[in-house]
């Protein structure tokens, strides 16, 4: 790890979640408010994590699943006008790209706006989070166990 970094953890039952953060990047937790789900029940978030930055040495999340389930996302680019992705890979091979479009993720029912949450199913291990192609903003990630 370089200097100007950080490394947190995050642990709740049986997922957690490495952060490496480049303390000269802009990755920061801020008040903000999106919903995510579908027209007919969503989620209120009023925090993010911005990323700041594309992932690599200095940027990266790494999330580690204790058995098999599911993890549902909610994450958004990092810029109204780009396209921007979010991959989730073990061992080299991608579970699930999530493609951050602002003009597709977005919805509206109502007066409510909301977004798409991205959804994969995961066996116990490690998965990398990357951003490669520019920052974005995670709202959650949630993990569901298999039954």
Known sequence: ??????ATEYEAGSIKLNVVVDTDKKMAVDANTASFGTADAQT?????????ATSGDKSALKLTVGAKGTIKIAVRTGSNSSVRNLKVVKSGVEVLTCTLDENTQKHTAGDVTYYDYFTADVEAGE???????????????????AK
């Open 127 to 145: 998965y990398d989070l990357t951003y490669g192609d520019g920052a974005v903003n995670i709202y959650a990630i949630e993990y569901l166990a």
């Open 44 to 52: 209120k978030y009023t925090t993010r994590f911005k990323t700041g």
């Open 1 to 6: 790890m370089s200097a100007g970094t950080l």
